[in-house]
Nanobody, 125 residues
Framework: QLQASGGGSVQPGGSLRLSCVVS????????IGWFRQVPGKEREGISC????????RHADSVKGRFTISRDNSKNTVYLQMNSLKPEDTAVYSC????????????????????WGQGTQVTVSS
């Protein structure tokens, strides 16, 4: 199971940190991705981290603002979101993917097999 938390309402320019806690899996075997979705739009892959933590990837829309990290001792992945913009408003979900190379992760949603419930992020003045 995956449980995302940390969402909320924030003003433009503010920050939030999302957490994704994974249970029931060997956490260190999986890459974790964060995705977001707005009603009426396609799901967007925004950040991922490889199983080893050595590889990360961010969508162009969040590069330089979002940072992803993982703490294998806590089975948790974090998404630090800074300089938030109104267009970041969405439901954010985390998911797991398995890659043979532990430094690889991609932002293609079809690669991710197990999904958690999302957490709402609202950026508004």
């Amino acid at each position: 199971q995956l449980q995302a938390s940390g969402g909320g309402s924030v003003q433009p320019g503010g920050s939030l940190r999302l957490s994704c806690v994974v249970s029931g899996y060997t956490f260190g075997d999986y890459a974790i991705g964060w995705f977001r979705q707005v009603p009426g739009k396609e799901r967007e892959g925004i950040s991922c981290i490889s199983s080893s933590g050595e590889g990360t990837r961010h969508a162009d829309s969040v590069k330089g603002r979002f940072t992803i990290s993982r703490d294998n001792s806590k089975n948790t992945v974090y998404l630090q979101m800074n300089s938030l913009k109104p267009e970041d408003t969405a439901v954010y979900s985390c998911a797991t993917a398995h890659y043979y190379r532990d430094y690889v992760c991609l932002l293609e949603s079809y690669e991710y097999k197990v999904w958690g419930q999302g957490t709402q992020v609202t950026v508004s003045s």
